[in-house]
């Protein structure tokens, strides 16, 4: 009897332990790894880090067989080697996106820089277009001349002459302007023949009497003849054109680092002007005035197509016999700082173009003054 309990004990032991072989192991780790492996995010990675992605399915065959081998231990390690694998597949697909989306805005913005670049282009040509027919609507007006002057008192008289003596020497500054851009420019030559008509007619002395007498006339004359000869040129000038404005800028600018302020720069036909007052002592410069060229010759080193008329003003016509050595100091001192000759001219005025209309010696003193006028193309 006892040998018979024994051997049912046996056997019942034997089909329990073979009932819990067959058994199926469930470790969490490896189910965790199958939902995130089969997730849709894993599938969207596939085509941007596919290395990581196939990485994560033999990580999980591998848990999943030692789960069917009862290592517990292995299919965890297994399955979680999965999920870090499915991990680095998001972060390797985030950067490629990140990565292309940031080549696409690259290549947007070149586009758009280059647009904006070809923008630019054509706004300068326009702007060009526009400032070339400026000139020439100004010296379309100033060629239409009122009718020729009559007879007039002698005070009156004396005025014209005055100003036709004027106008005469802004005349030969603008014909000097255009020489110093195109020596060989067609007009000037018409335009030194009216020049000639009109230093003769201020001399009582008219070259010509099938042309106006009155020398108010013949300079007005004179002034628009020298000023299509600028126009004709800059037309004609092959060098690129400097902004007028950024010149303007920049000398203003170098006058308010000075302390007390440098002289402020004006704007006429020629370009930009910087005058100079208390320029000279007898023939030779002030200091003030060589640091004021110096700092104009800056100006003109950053802008090489920018040419430099220096012009002497007298403050009476006694002082015209010594502008030549005055012109001879500025254009060295300019050129010592660095502006080639080849874009130097120096002209004297002598007292012809006063600013002060007086009498008074001490007023009419501030009628010697240097421009320096940057001569723009």
């Known amino acids: 009897m006892s040998r018979v309990r024994t051997t049912f004990a046996l056997v019942t032991a034997l089909t329990l332990s073979a009932c819990g072989g067959a058994s ?153 302007a255009a020489r110093l851009i195109a020596p060989q420019a067609k007009a000037l030559a018409d335009a030194d023949a009216a020049l000639a008509d009109a230093e003769s007619a201020i001399a009582g002395k008219p070259r010509s009497t099938d042309r106006p007498k009155e020398p108010i006339d013949v300079a007005a004359i004179a002034r628009v003849k020298c000023l299509a000869a600028l126009s004709a040129a800059r037309t004609a000038s092959r060098d690129k054109a400097e902004d007028p404005d950024v010149l303007f800028s920049e000398l203003s600018a170098e006058a308010a680092q000075k302390a007390p302020p440098g002289p402020s720069p004006t704007r006429d036909e020629r370009g930009v002007v910087l005058t100079l007052h208390d320029a000279f002592r007898g023939t030779d410069l002030t200091e003030a005035a060589s640091a004021s060229l110096a700092a104009a010759a800056r100006v003109a080193r950053a802008h090489p197509q920018v040419l430099v008329q220096v012009v002497v003003h007298e403050a009476d016509p006694s002082g015209a016999s010594t502008s030549g050595r005055k012109v001879e100091a500025a254009l060295a001192a300019l050129e010592r700082a660095g502006v080639p000759k080849a874009h130097l001219r120096g002209e004297s005025a002598g007292a012809r173009i006063a600013i002060v209309a007086s009498n008074d010696t001490a007023r009419r003193a501030k009628n010697a003054r240097v421009d320096v006028v940057f001569v723009t193309r």
């Open 24 to 176: 199926t192991m469930h470790v969490p780790d490896v189910a965790t790894a199958e939902g995130v492996v089969a997730s849709p995010q894993a599938e969207a990675a596939r085509s941007l880090a596919p290395t990581f992605v196939q990485e994560a399915n033999v990580e999980l065959a591998a848990a999943r067989k030692a789960v069917a081998e009862g290592d517990e231990v292995t299919a965890s390690l297994r399955a979680q080697r999965a999920i870090a694998a499915i991990q680095r597949a998001y972060a390797a697909a985030r950067l490629a996106r990140a990565t292309r989306e940031e080549t696409d805005a690259t290549d947007t913005a070149r586009k758009h820089e280059a647009a904006l670049r070809a923008l630019g282009h054509e706004r300068a040509r326009v702007d060009a277009e526009v400032d070339t027919l400026e000139k020439k609507l100004h010296v379309a007006r100033e060629a239409a001349l009122p009718a020729e002057s009559g007879k007039t008192d002698s005070g009156r008289a004396v005025a014209r002459l005055r100003a036709a003596t004027t106008l005469t020497a802004e005349a030969a500054l603008l014909c000097g």
